[in-house]
């Protein structure tokens, strides 16, 4: 923002800075020409426009090398200067600063490119480098790195490069040459125009190293040369340094393939790499170690509380997350610390010390840097340097400053040093009897701990010892690698002491060993169980009380993030809120566009099952009732449909109209709202348009959304479908007309159709689809039915039930045998059917249980019976829900027995008897058998 300085003003301002920087105060003095420019342009930033319009302005003529080395120097210094001057007057904040000097370098290296490039392609000279396999003309991507790539260069920074050429292949000119040799130097020439010093000065000092293998490799390579160098020798840091990588020159095409396929995926895994904490240890011991041997403990940028301190902050929770959160695969260190202000994994303290001690340090640091244009970060020594950078900060006195100075970095090491603190380990760890498998006839050792068990409160310390030992000798352990192996052992000592609080515990050990060999082929998510060690409690609480919930976190790792922290796991969702937040996701800017539908398909993946997890938590701790269970997991499966239906839309590539006139229409447990953590999805897809291509173009967007939702990725899949609910099911259309579904219902659909078509409700798409369905729906359920033979054609139907759900046990299935779940939706399905058009309100999608209540006030059974049953209903469901979830009999008072069928849902024969005879009460009442 420009303010008005009158030139009297202007030059009292610059008088009044140049004590700050003898290069100012140098410059000015040898070229005073330069001094009523920077008067008169001072009120105004340098933007990139201003900078290109003095590189391109119609008097000048760059014949040669020379004169584009001399006025890219120009240009340098006049953008120092104004842009030092305002600093120091207090007149541009960091941003400017920051966003100033990197527009210079991006201006500067594409002018420079451009103008070599052109010369040396002149046909009389080496001509236009051609790829060998695509027959283009190639250029030179140009890798912006550190501050440059982060769009936050300091004043006198050196920028790191790279350069990357596209293909292999030669030149077409006279003097033909390689296409690698052409690009090397074309590099060199770049190189040269930035920084050789030359009576001008310099542009800016170049850093190459960066590049593969450093200052022993080419300076220039070939995309392929970088994929494959990434792919077999990329090493940790380089993850760090790529993080912040931009391409400022080359083709769009080029530039996307290494990014989004090159570059992204070496930098950010799918996974969350909870490795990068011993990587970044690794890499900070190596730079305090560099500190001090060269006593850099006063350099704000490399020591203590520094600048690259909270640079590591950033970036670990970057590389963690970074592969699933596009909010976080951002550059600039300042636009992390709001993403991460935003996302909590921080304390919002934390965030504004980290926030307030970079800007102070690198407002410093161009302080530092203004006083003879070098690139230093050292506090000065001698002390009327001191008093300079003192004043310039804005303090009295250099001590003053100093204080100031030492809280910001205390506040930085604190923080540091509290994110990549040692892993906690068990106060136990060091003195836990190890069990390998090369020591199984040490009897010792194994005795040892036994007795370690035994101290820890296990009733049965041998049977737990010989159950680790058989784990250590599966072909599952013996096949992890090393460091895997090494993780689990240092684990377990934690593992045992955990699990002994949570009985029973013989079973929550065999579930936590399963939950192991799921995860354990994952380093990243050993990784996090050992630098969280808060989470294994709640993970072992899981196991201990739902075999389906630790085989939903086995089947899903990531999940193991949700535990990372309490807070949240037990609020209920707020559905609006986590629309806006999927739909951010779905659509944000920095998706790899190459690869955008696999990562939509993940996006919703992890955010299904993350929503699918926190109720599973919440629904663990007995805070949430079954149907309100039902009703939030039906509106995600809504909001998933949602958007899969937008998508699926987006993707397809004949249309004839900007929104599809198509429905999504819900049966059974979606449309009666009943949903459970493991229910397919009933569906029907219905379209209200005459359009002649109409049927084939929703044909094949109803194929792209049961894609979209049953596809395997990485991240699993969101649901598995059941498509035959349709008109003639298998060999019916995948999509219909309503006025087809009408006619279908009308004249030709069974009984059981009809009974199906009790639960159904419009789900999503097109609005006035949906209520021309609705209408339809109501109007077929008030159609007078003969009791006599509808009664006849249910019951027919459900004994066609009961043999093909036939029940070889003694046991009684909740759900398939008679006094069961299904007797209970065959009652409230023939009620509906039968008496609908005498009470339209009985086709209401209000739920089996309300449709039971509402029967008995309409009389059409006894009150009594109706409530007893819904009662039933009620407690048959919960019983199949709890069984469903542990596998093992109910702890709170009931005496199931242990013979029990997680996967039928079976219960012993006199179990659940009360609610059973109210069932067998109601049928009675009802069918008269």
């Known amino acids: 923002m420009s303010t008005p300085i009158d030139s009297s003003r202007a030059a009292s301002i610059v008088a009044s800075i140049l004590p700050y920087s003898r290069y100012l105060k140098r410059t000015l003095a040898s070229e005073p020409g330069l001094q009523q420019e920077l008067l008169d342009q001072l009120p105004n930033p340098f933007l990139w426009e201003e900078m290109l319009d003095f590189l391109q302005h119609p008097a000048i003529s760059l014949e040669d090398e020379a004169d584009l080395h001399r006025l890219l120097r120009q240009l340098r210094k006049r953008v120092i200067l104004r842009l030092a001057a305002r600093d120091l007057a207090g007149l541009a904040d960091l941003n400017e600063v920051m966003t100033t000097m990197t527009a210079l370098a991006d201006t500067t290296i594409r002018f420079a490119l451009e103008f070599l490039h052109t010369a040396m392609t002149h046909p009389g000279h080496f001509g236009k480098p051609t790829g ?34 596209p293909e292999d292949g030669e030149t077409d000119g006279r003097k033909s040459i390689t296409n690698h040799e052409f690009f090397v130097r074309l590099g060199r020439k770049l190189i040269a125009s930035l920084s050789d010093y030359t009576v001008d000065g310099y542009v800016f000092r170049v850093d190459m190293r960066l590049r593969p293998h450093g200052e022993n490799s080419p300076l220039a390579i070939s995309l392929p040369m970088l994929e494959d160098y990434f792919i077999t020798q990329g090493r940790e840091w380089e993850r760090h340094a790529w993080i912040k990588s931009r391409v400022i020159t080359g083709s769009s095409v080029a530039e996307a393939t290494l990014m989004e396929l090159i570059v992204r995926p070496f930098v950010f895994r799918k996974y969350l790499d909870f490795e990068a904490y011993e990587a970044m240890r690794s890499l900070h011991a190596q730079l305090r170690k560099e500190v001090d041997r060269r006593e850099l403990h006063d350099n704000i940028k490399l020591g203590p509380g520094g600048i690259r301190e909270i640079e590591f902050i950033t970036q670990v929770f970057q590389l963690i997350r970074g592969g699933r959160d596009a909010d976080l695969c951002i550059r600039p260190t300042l636009g992390v610390l709001r993403r991460l202000r935003q996302k909590q994994p921080l304390p919002g303290q934390t965030i504004e010390e980290l926030t307030e001690a970079y800007c102070f340090l690198r407002k410093l640091e161009h302080r530092l840097q203004y006083l003879d244009d070098q690139q230093t970060q050292n506090l000065p020594q001698h002390p009327d340097e001191q008093t300079l950078i003192a004043r310039s900060m804005g303090f009295t006195g250099y001590g003053d400053f100093l204080d100031h100075l030492d809280l910001h970095r205390q506040n930085v090491t604190r923080h540091f040093e509290q994110i990549f603190a040692a892993r906690r380990k068990s106060p136990r760890h060091d003195t836990f009897a190890r069990i390998r498998p090369e020591q199984s006839g040490d009897h010792e050792t194994v005795e040892a701990f036994s007795k370690q068990l035994q101290t820890l409160g296990y009733l049965d310390p041998g049977k737990i010892t010989a159950r680790v030992r058989q784990f250590y000798d599966s072909t599952f352990f013996r096949q992890l690698t090393h460091s895997s192996q090494e993780r689990i052992f240092e684990l377990m000592p934690t593992l045992m002491e955990v699990i002994a609080r949570f009985p029973p515990v013989d079973i929550t050990l065999e579930r936590i060993l399963r939950l192991l060999e799921k995860i354990g082929q994952y380093p990243a998510y050993l990784a996090l169980l050992q630098e969280h060690p808060q989470t294994l409690p ?39 809120a986590l629309k806006t937040e999927l739909t951010h996701q779905l659509h944000h800017v920095n998706i790899p566009k190459v690869q955008m539908v696999e990562w939509q398909m993940d996006v919703l993946r992890h955010f299904q099952h993350a929503q699918v997890f926190r109720l599973l938590v919440t629904d663990l701790e007995g805070d949430l009732l079954l149907e309100k269970l039902s009703d939030h997991l039906t509106e995600l499966a809504d909001l998933i449909l949602d958007n899969v239906l937008q998508l699926a839309w987006q993707g397809l590539k004949k249309k004839h109209r900007e929104l599809p006139a198509f429905a999504i229409i819900g049966y059974g447990k979606l449309g009666g709202k009943e949903l459970g953590y493991a229910s397919d999805l009933d569906i029907v897809f219905l379209y209200r348009d ?84 609705e209408q339809m729906r109501k109007n077929m359920l008030c159609q007078p039915r003969d009791l006599v033979k509808l009664k006849r054609e249910i019951l027919m139907m459900r004994s066609k039930m009961l043999e093909a759900h036939p029940n070889p046990t003694p046991l009684f299935d909740i759900k398939h045998d008679r006094g069961g779940i299904i007797d209970v939706e065959f009652i409230v399905q023939y009620l509906v059917l039968g008496y609908a058009h005498r009470y339209p309100q009985l086709t209401g999608n209000i739920g089996n249980i309300a449709l039971l209540k509402l029967a008995g006030e309409l009389g059409l059974t006894s009150a009594g019976k109706a409530t007893a049953a819904l009662t039933a209903y009620r407690e048959l469901r919960r019983t199949q829900h709890q069984l469903r979830l542990s596998g093992t009999p109910e702890p709170a008072g009931t005496a199931l027995s242990r013979d029990v069928s997680q996967k039928f849902a079976r219960v012993a024969n006199n179990h659940l008897s009360d609610a059973r005879q109210a069932v067998f009460q109601l049928w009675e009442d009802i069918f008269g058998t």
């Open 690 to 773: 005459d359009h002649p291509d109409a049927a084939s173009i929703y044909t094949k967007l109803a194929q792209n959304i049961n894609l979209w939702l049953t596809s395997h990725t990485s991240a699993g899949i969101l649901y598995e479908t059941d498509l035959r609910l349709r008109p003639n099911g298998t060999s019916g259309l995948l999509v219909n007309s309503i006025e087809a579904f009408t006619q279908y219902q009308y004249e030709q659909a069974w009984v059981w159709e009809h009974q199906a078509l009790t639960r159904a409700r419009f789900v999503v798409g097109d609005r006035e689809a949906g209520e021309m369905f």
């Open 538 to 576: 709640r993970v072992a609480k899981l196991a201990s009380v739902s075999q389906w919930a630790s085989d939903y976190l086995g089947r899903h790792p990531i999940l193991l993030d949700e535990l990372l922290t309490s807070s949240g796991l037990h609020i209920l969702p707020d559905w609006p």
């Open 132 to 165: 060998e396999k695509t027959g283009t003309e190639q250029q030179l991507l140009i890798v912006a790195m550190g501050k440059l790539g982060g769009g936050e260069l300091n004043v006198s920074s050196d920028v790191d490069l790279i350069f990357i050429y």
